[in-house]
């Protein structure tokens, strides 16, 4: 699959230049767009690029003008829901050689007659224009109108699909006289007589859904008897109507002697044995269309055989279904909600069904059923280890096309049910990019509207996990003098998801109820408030410290409780900026006690929290003294008392906090509790640690230590111990790549 492999250079290439184009371009007077090297591009690459732009809906009235001239030379465009005007229209693409031209869903403000007319300003195009796209568009702005497809002589396939298009109109295509392939699905036509006119070289016809025909069935079918050479014929409709020209044309046996396709679907009363009898009549068919009939259940209609069906008996006719229905929104959702029902019990990854389920999923964004189906197959999907056989890029399409869904239906109870149980993947909010700040913010908006219990938990589990990943992204943002529209509004939904949590832990505690959701939300603002400045003062400011406070008197048996709350006031206590908002009598007494827990974690937080707010001297402490003197040598005495930790009780994401610690020399409690961390963690996991602590330049701080003349026995006991622990690392492991060669000895 192209998704388990990374994009091409092109494609890359031809992303950047699409959404950056300005850096590439000068204006012209009118404001439009030209690129600055005047070199041509091949012939395949200026279509690529046209499509990309297309795809990134970066098509307007100024960006085109990029194909105006000869730099870009098109044959096969792509100008899908593109947002031009007729005279943007003739300059950019009508001097082209083009064969090929997609305009679906074009903007209003160019019809169908503009197009065309555009496009026979040129002989070339008039004569060699072979396909030509105008799904979704306006005919005419004029009534009466002059009709125009007979001017595009050599057209051989034309789709005009979702338009107000007559019998007239149909007449006029039908005297095309090289068209092979038409398709008029959902059409104002009324009568198809016209298409005899073009029965000796009309090769496939498709007429899903042709709501305003008024034929019978025996008219439609004298019609259809005398295009002896069709290939293709789609009849297939998704409204249910009761017409019984589907039966009645499988009953024909001197009718269609080439055909090799047959789409059916959406018609009632089809049964098996008649579909069979007409295969057998027609060896030549290759496929057959039997979703929402009620056949495609015996063995030769399987799929499995040289005959393909799309249906909904299993999941290789399903597969059908949605490679060739992802246009219609009906027939998506058919096809999901049998899938759903197949892969309750699947225990094999299925990336190829995934990709099938993402196409439908980003094809109809604003049709809830489609998506209710969709969000639903891709837990199934997606559930316990079949995620881990994804790969990481349809992963991140997928998780990007339900958070869409979540922001287009907040109300719809169920789907976001089926969002958050997809997003509750390890292996999605761990290994996939996604925008997580989008993402917290939608599951706390959730949360804020909605009490099920069940799904609150899930949801805060899901915050946890994000809190975790986003810190990177804030701390980066945080890095740049100037923050964009979009990373100032990530920063605000920062703000807004730490107000949210903590109303959770309020509500918990004013219940008196430890349960999975107080747990998860603990750990969710512990790890957003890690190495966040900013985050940590949201926190003080919406009376974070008062809670937490609250949470430790409530629960004062909760060992796992104290332990969160410790390590979030950790945090708060690293950013010297904080340090008055600590200076709280009550506070402080509460940690000295925690101080002498006998849970090795929950002191070891109270230490920390004590080591960083006595750091920066008498100056900065407002509360005596004494009281300072006091929880110094309580400090000291508590770590030498600890006992060795059997695992590791925390992670870090860097060292640099314990630096400004280990400068400590009149402090040697201070000190003490940072080398006993950083020795705490470099011996349970030395292959992280002592390559962190090498590559962020902590040898140099350690060597002080141990040189120094007044340092403290304890503390100058437990260096030595990292620096051999370091030595032993480097031995057996190697430099960190890129770190200079660690002068031990």
């Given amino acids: 699959m192209e998704e388990s492999s990374p994009k091409s250079l092109l494609d890359i290439c031809l992303h950047y230049l699409s959404t950056h184009l300005e850096k590439f371009c000068w204006e012209r007077q009118d404001g439009t767009y030209c690129l600055q090297d005047a070199a041509m591009f091949p012939q395949e690459v200026a279509d690529r690029l046209l499509q ?5 809906r970066q098509l307007n009235e100024v960006t085109v ?7 870009l030379r098109l044959k096969r465009a792509c100008i899908r829901k593109a947002k031009i005007s007729a005279v943007a229209f003739l300059r950019a693409f ?11 869903g074009v903007n209003a403000d160019i019809t169908i007659t503009d197009i065309i007319s555009g496009l026979s300003s040129s002989k070339w195009i008039r004569e060699n224009l072979q396909c030509l796209v105008l799904n979704s568009l306006t005919l005419s702005l004029e009534d009466p109108y002059e009709r125009c497809f007979s001017q ?9 699909t979702n338009v107000l298009f007559y019998n007239e109109d149909l007449a006029d295509v039908a005297s095309l006289p090289r068209l092979e392939s038409l398709d008029i699905s959902n059409t104002s036509v009324t009568d198809i007589s016209a298409l005899v006119a073009c029965k000796e070289r009309l090769k496939s016809l498709t007429m899903h859904h042709l709501k305003c025909l008024k034929m019978t069935t025996t008219q439609m079918l004298e019609v259809i008897r005398e295009l002896v050479h069709l290939n293709h014929l789609d009849i297939s409709d998704d409204k249910q109507f009761t017409s019984d020209i589907a039966c009645r044309l499988l009953e024909q046996k001197d009718i269609l002697p080439n055909l090799i396709s047959l789409d059916i679907s959406g018609r009632k009363h089809v049964a098996d044995k008649a579909v069979e009898a007409f295969i057998e009549q027609r060896p030549r068919m290759q496929f057959v269309g039997l979703l929402a009939t009620e056949a495609g259940y015996s063995e030769l209609l399987s799929g499995e055989g040289p005959v393909k069906v799309s249906g909904e008996a299993n999941q290789t006719q399903i597969a059908e279904a949605l490679r060739r229905y ?11 909600f ?10 094999k990854a299925s990336p190829e069904m995934l990709k099938l389920v993402v196409i439908g999923m980003r094809n109809h964004p604003t049709n809830l059923p489609v998506q209710l189906a969709a969000s639903a197959c891709v837990f199934n999907l997606t559930k316990q280890d079949l995620a881990a056989g994804m790969p990481v890029k349809l992963l991140a399409d997928v998780t990007h096309l339900l958070l869409e869904a979540m922001k287009q239906f907040p109300n719809h109870q169920q789907l976001q049910k089926n969002c958050l149980l997809s997003l509750c993947s390890d292996r999605i909010l761990q290994d996939v990019p996604f925008n997580r700040f989008d993402a917290a913010k939608l599951v706390m908006q959730w949360l804020c509207n909605h009490e099920d219990q069940n799904m609150q938990r899930m949801a805060v589990a899901i915050i946890s996990i994000l809190a975790a990943k986003m810190y990177t992204s804030v701390l980066l943002l945080r890095r740049n003098r100037e923050l964009s529209t979009e990373q100032t509004a990530q920063l605000g939904a920062e703000l807004f998801i730490v107000r949210q949590l903590l109303q959770i832990v309020r509500q918990k505690t004013n219940q008196s109820l430890v349960d999975t959701t107080l747990k998860f939300t603990l750990s969710a603002l512990w790890n957003l408030t890690d190495e966040s400045p900013t985050t940590c003062r949201h926190f003080i ?3 974070g410290l008062e809670l937490f406070m609250k949470v430790l008197e409530s629960f004062p048996s909760e060992s796992s409780i104290q332990q969160k709350v410790l390590g979030l006031l950790n945090n708060i206590a690293e950013v010297k900026e904080l340090h008055s908002e600590l200076m709280w009598k009550e506070f402080i007494d509460h940690i000295s006690k925690l101080l002498h827990s006998v849970e090795v974690e929950v002191s070891y937080f109270a230490a920390g929290i004590i080591a960083h707010l006595v750091s920066r001297g008498e100056e900065t402490w407002t509360l005596g003294s004494s009281v300072r003197d006091d929880l110094l040598e309580q400090l000291h005495s508590a770590i030498l008392s600890w006992p060795t930790p059997d695992c590791e009780m925390v992670a870090y994401r860097s060292f640099n906090p314990f630096f400004p610690l ?3 020399f009149s402090t040697p409690g201070v000190q003490l509790w940072a080398v006993w961390a950083m020795q705490h963690v470099c011996s349970k996991n030395p292959v992280r640690y002592c390559n962190m602590l090498i590559e962020e330049g902590g040898l140099e701080k350690l060597h002080n230590i141990r040189d120094h003349e007044r340092a403290d026995p304890d503390v100058l006991r437990i260096t030595v111990a990292i620096l051999d622990n370091l030595e032993r690392h480097v031995i057996r492991h190697g430099n960190p790549q890129g770190a200079e060669p660690p002068p031990i000895k």
């Fill in 152 to 160: 595009l002589s050599g057209l051989r396939i034309l789709s005009i």
């Fill in 326 to 336: 992802s246009e219609r929104s009906f027939f998506v959702r058919e096809a999901l």
């Fill in 662 to 664: 280990l400068e400590c």
């Fill in 94 to 104: 009508c001097h082209h050689k083009l064969v090929e031209l997609d305009a679906t």
């Fill in 338 to 347: 049998h899938l759903f029902s197949l892969t309750h019990v699947m225990d």
């Fill in 52 to 56: 990309t732009m297309a795809i990134q």
């Fill in 65 to 71: 003008g990029i194909f105006r001239g000869g730099q």
């Fill in 541 to 543: 400011e919406n009376q």
